[in-house]
């Protein structure tokens, strides 16, 4: 019986958590990714938001260049010139923005033990930089995927990706391509198929991470790439395979520094006041473009099949 009684006066678990400090996480979100393809592009910086890109009027042949001309004292040499598109398409930088608004009471009086509204700013910031990622696929004006050259696509043969498709879109981009972007499920479908035939696709390890390859070439991963139900319970998408860099006239990205409120390159935070609610906002801008500089720098691979159909929540 005394025991029974020590028992029922012991503090009970539920109870002595209420006076415990509980260790408390950052929040966490689902929808941040590595955002590779951010990574991968090389950045251009650009003044008043313009880059204008030059190009020279295209002729058949390679014009009047000769080879081990006549040095005869009459001989005339070949005159010849290389001509300039009179009207260069110019890229304007667009902004990804939104605005947070703040209750100040919260952010008074809530602000332990992580302060409310940088935490609100750091996800958002996160939201952004997503969002610019698809934005550098998908944008009607500058968008990679959108801006690829008609002749610069071919259509996957039915199934899965093969090597056989790689190795036609490589054909595409031969000049030195610098990697395939594709959705996580493109890529496992391809690794499927390639270790089927006996030839599984190697590693390499770039920013700390491992990636499998093709023919040396990394397949880089993007979720931004969309899945289409192709209609029979299968997910249709698109691989693409990029040359970079202004060197190899490939893909830039485009951005401006030194913008007001700079909190990275070409991504600003402003404090836009408190209003008579005590709403205090903030404006968050992100500037960027891309710019494809010769029309060979992108392949498109279409209508690739990735098995089951499935929408991500």
Not at 3 to 25: C, F, H, I, S, Y
Not at 66 to 79: G, K
Not at 273 to 285: D, M, V
Request: proline share 8%; aromatic share 10%.
């Amino acid at each position: 019986m005394p025991d029974e009684v020590e028992a029922r006066m012991t503090l009970g678990e539920p109870a002595a958590r209420q006076l415990a400090n509980a260790t408390k996480t950052r929040a966490q979100m689902l929808a941040i990714t590595p955002r590779w393809l951010i990574s991968f592009l090389p950045w251009v910086p650009v003044e008043a938001g313009i880059y204008r890109l030059n190009r020279v009027k295209e002729r058949e042949g390679l014009g009047d260049v000769e080879c081990s001309p006549s040095w005869e004292r009459d001989a005339d040499l070949p005159e010849t010139f290389v001509d300039y598109d009179p009207a260069p398409r110019e890229y304007f930088l667009n902004a990804v923005t939104t605005v947070l608004d703040v209750q100040t009471r919260v952010s008074d009086l809530y602000n332990q033990p992580y302060d409310q509204i940088q935490e609100q700013l750091r996800l958002l910031i996160e939201k952004v930089k997503e969002r610019q990622e698809s934005e550098l696929i998908y944008n009607a004006d500058y968008g990679i995927l959108t801006n690829t050259a008609p002749w610069m696509r071919i259509s996957a043969r039915r199934g899965p990706p093969t090597p056989d498709d790689f190795d036609e879109l490589i054909s595409k981009v031969w000049k030195e391509p610098a990697f395939f972007l594709a959705h996580p499920r493109a890529i496992a479908a391809f690794g499927r198929e390639c270790t089927q035939r006996g030839v599984p696709p190697p590693t390499i390890n770039l920013f700390g991470t491992p990636f499998l390859t093709w023919r040396g070439i990394p397949l880089v991963p993007s979720d931004k790439l969309k899945i289409a139900d192709s209609g029979n319970g299968t997910g249709k998408t698109t691989i693409l395979l990029m040359r970079t860099g202004e060197k190899k006239q490939g893909v830039v990205g485009l951005f401006q520094p030194g913008v007001p409120g700079e909190v990275t390159p070409s991504l600003s935070v402003r404090f836009m006041g408190i209003n008579r609610k005590a709403i205090a906002s903030y404006l968050i801008s992100l500037y960027c473009s891309s710019a494809i500089l010769t029309e060979d720098a992108v392949g498109v691979l279409e209508n690739v099949e990735i098995g089951h159909y499935y929408e991500y929540p």
